[in-house]
């Protein structure tokens, strides 16, 4: 990938929709050569695909973050709670008084109750503090 193919992919992550014309002109290149360019690194997978991505208030269902202390000495040694949680997207060990991060998306808040009662119980959690998200403000993971 030269500056070109980097810059045409800069674009397309600030405006997914942007049009041929627009992106030559940003990156200095003809319409066909930008084309092109395109063609050649979907071919390739450097582009897999584009995609529609709605606030979090469009979006169905719910998003929280859990801030979880447990009392084991290792972080790994509780992790395979989570691993039990299909809507667990992430876990991650964090500083400060609380041990782990973990965002959660569920179909409902019902869903999301549930999730924390189950860890509730577990002996090894001992502090739990759920962060409900109301809306999503930048997303730079596309």
């Not at 390739?44 to 469009?58: A, D, M, T």
């Not at 109750?113 to 959690?125: A, K, M, P, S, W």
Request: proline share 1%.
């Amino acid at each position: 990938m030269d500056k070109f193919d980097k810059g045409i992919i800069a674009e397309l992550r600030s405006n997914a929709r942007a049009s041929i014309s627009h992106i030559a002109e940003a990156v200095s290149l003809s319409r066909s050569s930008v084309s092109e360019r395109i063609k050649k690194m979907e071919k390739s997978g450097i582009i897999r695909g584009y995609q529609v991505l709605l606030s979090e208030s469009q979006k169905e269902g719910v998003t929280v973050y859990f801030e979880i202390q447990h009392r084991r000495a290792r972080c790994s040694d509780v992790i395979h709670l989570f691993k039990t949680i299909p809507e667990v997207v992430t876990c991650h060990g964090i500083t400060g008084d609380m041990d782990l991060l973990v965002f959660v998306k569920a179909a409902s808040m019902r869903r999301i109750h549930e999730i924390r009662e189950f860890l509730d119980v577990e002996e090894d959690v001992t502090k739990i503090k759920t962060h409900v998200v109301m809306s999503e403000w930048i997303d730079n993971h596309n």
